[in-house]
């Protein structure tokens, strides 16, 4: 069975601060992906990592996908208040399905 | 941009009452995915599907139908809902079109069977 273990689960941060979060497998996925989640509403794709030691940008968030594809790891620099909410990593297995990490609860206070 | 669209976002129904989520994609996909998102439990798998008429059983299918007659719509069925089915529900849908998968999800639907 496959598993993707993430973490934190919770992390509460002062706007400004930097922070990571990590997501690791004992798997090799062919992509991984990193959602963001807000109360009451579906996971919005941020960005899919595709190739071993890939670093991908979005804003003041960097994605880094291992270099054996069993890991990967978001980090935000200079946190705001805009950035709360629940980050989801899931890893694509061959056959098109997701497997999902239990997800970080962000928050990030004025 | 890919959409999926979900019929209902807040729904309430009694136990016992045969209820339909629906979901449409406007891309074309083959791939389509429902899941039920619980505090602590995360996102787990109901069902999939990877052509019309064709379904395949996620993880938790137990107390679930689907219903894939057209590409665009995979609908979820609860033959008599019961209150351990009180839940988010996600669809979502399958994208190649950058040569890889990628998933987007729909607005989700929440559920509360009283």
């Known amino acids: 069975t496959q598993l993707l273990e993430q973490s934190p689960q919770f992390l509460s941060i002062q706007e400004g601060e930097n922070l990571t979060v990590y997501c690791n497998s004992s798997?090799?996925?062919?992509?991984l992906q990193w959602y963001r989640q807000e109360p009451g509403e579906g996971p919005v794709l941020l960005v899919t990592v595709v190739t071993g030691g890939e670093v991908k940008k979005l804003k003041r968030l960097t994605f880094q996908f291992g270099d054996a594809r069993k890991d990967s790891s978001l980090h935000i620099t200079a946190a705001q208040p805009g950035d709360t909410g629940l980050y989801l990593c899931?890893?694509?297995?061959?056959?098109?399905?997701?497997?999902f990490g239990q997800g970080t609860e962000l928050s990030v206070k004025p | 941009d890919v959409k999926v669209t979900q019929s209902s976002r807040y729904l309430v129904k009694r136990t016992g009452e045969k209820v339909f989520l629906e979901c449409v994609q406007d891309?074309?996909?083959?791939?389509m995915f429902w899941y039920r998102q619980d505090p602590g439990l995360g996102l787990r798998l109901i069902y999939f599907s990877y052509d019309v008429k064709m379904k395949e059983k996620g993880d938790i299918p137990e107390g679930y139908s689907v219903s894939r007659e057209k590409k665009e719509r995979f609908s979820l069925i609860l033959e008599s809902a019961s209150t351990n089915q009180t839940s988010m529900y996600l669809c979502a849908s399958l994208s190649r079109d950058r040569g890889y998968n990628e998933q987007f999800f729909g607005p989700g639907t929440r559920l509360t069977v009283l």
């Open positions: 798997s090799v996925f062919s992509s």
């Open positions: 899931a890893g694509n297995n061959q056959g098109g399905k997701l497997i």
């Open positions: 891309m074309d996909h083959e791939n």
